[in-house]
């Protein structure tokens, strides 16, 4: 069982950065690849960033690559996103999500257990 928690979401102006942290318990954290998703009000659930476990990759949303970077720190039990030049369509709740496998994946379905969301919004 792994519980996922986000932090570091809130009100920025377009242009600015935040970083989100997802903090997780259990003592496998460094075995499970990580990934973060966001939903906008009336909108689906999409991917943004996946991390592997093992350090071997992350994988990018076209609509965010160049502006996020996924990281994480196994001995901190923490995956991180450094959100810059932020704009008013990155506007959504923003969740952490694990899976029981080292390689990152894109799909939702793909992730086993999620955190509750942080809200991250951009005002132009």
């Known amino acids: 069982q792994v519980q996922l928690v986000e932090s570091g979401g809130g009100l920025v102006q377009a242009g600015g950065s935040l970083r989100l942290s997802c903090a997780a318990s259990g003592r496998t954290f460094s075995s499970y690849a990580m990934g973060w998703f966001r939903q906008a009000p009336g909108k689906e659930r999409e991917f943004v960033a996946a991390?592997?476990?093992?350090?071997?990759?992350?994988r990018y949303a076209d609509s965010v690559k160049g502006r996020f970077t996924i990281s994480r720190d196994n001995a901190k039990n923490t995956v991180y996103l450094q959100m810059n030049s932020l704009k008013p369509e990155d506007t959504a709740v923003y969740y952490c999500?694990?899976?029981?496998?080292?390689?990152?994946?894109?799909?939702?379905?793909?992730?086993?257990?999620w955190g509750q969301g942080t809200q991250v919004t951009v005002s132009s």
């Open positions: 999500a694990a899976r029981g496998f080292t390689n990152v994946a894109t799909v939702s379905g793909e992730y086993r257990y």
């Open positions: 991390i592997s476990a093992n350090f071997g990759g992350s």
